[in-house]
């Protein structure tokens, strides 16, 4: 019944674009996994050979899922002389306190973007002691869960607050310059589909970003919470509507493994929430979570090599 169980919410996953559970069901594949596993080895023992075959189907479903994202995605070539750019995102719990963590995190990364999501008044407070070393802010301070902020060492040539979709909650686009070569960033934090109406919205959110990215050129950065995990057909569709032939959107993860972030409180059903994405522009050198700042949410990391 185990088994049975998890081929079923395996096989869900896939229609996860016709309703919030069915997506919802797509995020733990990894623990899908693990589950099988267990159901082999004791369905091998009981010599159960029809569920046998049933976990072995679930089980070669979620492997042909996971294995891709530690297969090191095309980039353009690394050129030791090339520009870098070091990112981090982190969503710091509005609610949180532990603020001296994400200034650790901050100064053991040594980022030249940071991506604050959930920023508050508190900790808008807190990043004021950093801004010597990041004096280009652009944010939207809230008391909710759908503040942010992005701090910059390098200066914008334009920075905006940008609401997609009907909700009404604020994204940033703003452009830096890596090298004189322009780079657009956008940070979102769609809402989390806790049920069919925000499902709805958080989808609403993507549907719009992608409707704009005629906006945003080739050289492209996209960042935040976006509460689909790396496994949503919501999000996949979010990518390649993202893509352009000149321009292919992938997730920084791509060659660096799952990297799970969300939710910190109950580490065994951790899945990635939070992303960086990038366009083919960009090569990958470094992609890894930090360490618990505190908030439901690992942070995310990035080192970026600007290609041609």
């Known amino acids: 019944m185990a088994a049975a169980l998890l081929c079923v919410l395996t096989l869900a996953g896939y229609l996860g674009r016709w309703c919030w559970f069915l997506d919802a069901s797509s995020h733990f ?3 899908y996994l693990a589950g099988l596993v267990v159901c082999l080895v004791l369905l091998a023992v009981a010599r159960d050979r029809l569920f046998l075959v049933v976990a072995a189907a679930g089980f070669v479903l979620n492997a042909v899922e996971i294995a891709p994202w530690y297969v090191a995605a095309k980039g353009p070539a690394v050129d030791a002389a090339a520009p870098r750019l070091k990112l981090v995102c982190a969503n710091v719990n509005s609610r949180n306190r532990e603020h001296a963590r ?8 040594d980022p030249d973007v940071i991506i604050v999501i959930e920023a508050s008044s508190p900790w808008a407070a807190t990043l004021e002691t950093i801004a010597d070393e990041y004096p280009h802010t652009k944010a939207e301070i809230r008391e909710d869960n759908f503040g942010i902020a992005i701090y910059s060492r390098l200066p914008f040539d334009e920075a905006e607050i940008v609401e997609y979709g009907s909700l009404g909650v604020p994204s940033i686009v703003a452009t830096i310059r890596v090298d004189d070569t322009p780079v657009t960033i956008v940070a979102t934090h769609p809402m989390p589909p806790r049920c069919s109406r925000y499902w709805r919205l958080r989808n609403e959110q993507f549907e719009a970003i992608a409707a704009a990215r005629d906006e945003f050129g ?7 919470d976006f509460n689909a995990s790396v496994f949503s057909p919501c999000l996949a569709h979010f990518v390649k509507a993202m893509s352009t032939p000149e321009a292919t959107l992938r997730n920084t993860r791509r060659g660096f493994g799952i990297k799970p972030t969300w939710p910190t409180m109950c580490r065994p059903l951790l899945t990635p929430l939070d992303h960086i994405f990038v366009t083919d522009h960009f090569a990958v050198t470094e992609c890894r979570t ?19």
């Open 29 to 31: 594949r990894v623990q």
């Open 102 to 109: 994400l200034l650790d995190l901050v100064r053991d990364a």
């Open 218 to 224: 080739d050289r492209l950065i996209v960042a935040g």
């Open 290 to 308: 930090g360490p618990h700042i505190g908030s439901d949410h690992l942070p995310i990391r990035a080192t970026l090599v600007l290609g041609e």
